[in-house]
């Protein structure tokens, strides 16, 4: 399977301010996603970030809070704008492996807004 | 709308029991059904599934699908402290790849 690493792994970060995550590969991958993780609760899908085109967003997320980058094949960028307490959560990439039937993921970002 | 139910909700053991848990689903254009380990951050693969009736098996970890009734197990013999995790089970579907996940069976293997 794929190495995926995520940058960063956790931050402390003030309402009202935007953080960037990025999603780097160590091999080229056909499709990456973006996944929330609230405490408590389960992993929810954000979007599909799609190489060269505009990211497919799932229902109740939009592309002004979660602006997302794809610029290649192995690297991709999730933006949390404008930051809430309510977005304190884990965000996870994955990717498919090769067979694209099963989906890896990377170690994460712990983001806690205050 | 697609669902991905996980029970139990959590499960406590001791050292040495085997555990069963179940992963019932309602998804449209299903792929495949994958077991997922989580620990701290990460989700851990453990399994994929895509045919019905046959056992996918890593040391004390084994899972198999029916895809009829639409269900997994994944089960856990001989646990160990070190089982102890949140267990996922997803559904991936479609073209599009992407994956519903269940809410998970949180376990806590006590020595």
Request: net charge neutral.
């Amino acid at each position: 399977s794929a190495v995926i690493s995520q940058k960063p792994s956790r931050d402390i970060c003030q309402r009202g301010t935007s953080l960037t995550i990025q999603c780097q590969v160590d091999s080229q991958v056909t499709m990456m996603f973006w996944y929330r993780q609230q405490p408590g609760q389960s992993l929810t899908l954000i979007a599909t970030a799609n190489q060269g085109s505009e990211a497919t967003y799932e229902s109740g997320f939009v592309i002004d809070k979660f602006p997302i980058s794809r610029p290649n094949l192995t690297f991709s960028t999730l933006t949390v704008s404008n930051m809430s307490p309510e977005d304190s959560s884990i965000y996870l990439c994955s990717v498919t492996g090769q067979a694209q039937e099963t989906q890896y993921f990377g170690p994460g970002t712990r983001l806690l807004v205050l | 709308e697609d669902k991905v139910v996980q029970s139990p909700l959590s499960l406590v053991v001791h050292e040495g029991d085997t555990v069963t848990l179940n992963c019932s689903y309602e998804v449209t254009n299903f792929r495949s059904l994958l077991w997922y380990k989580q620990e701290k951050k990460a989700p851990t693969f453990l399994f994929m599934l895509t045919s019905s009736g046959i056992e996918k098996k890593s040391g004390r970890l084994s899972s198999i699908l029916d895809k009829k009734e639409l269900f997994s197990i994944l089960n856990i013999t001989a646990t160990q402290t070190g089982d102890s995790a949140i267990y996922l089970c997803a559904v991936m579907k479609g073209s599009a790849r992407q994956l519903t996940f269940g809410s998970g069976t949180q376990l806590t293997v006590l020595p």
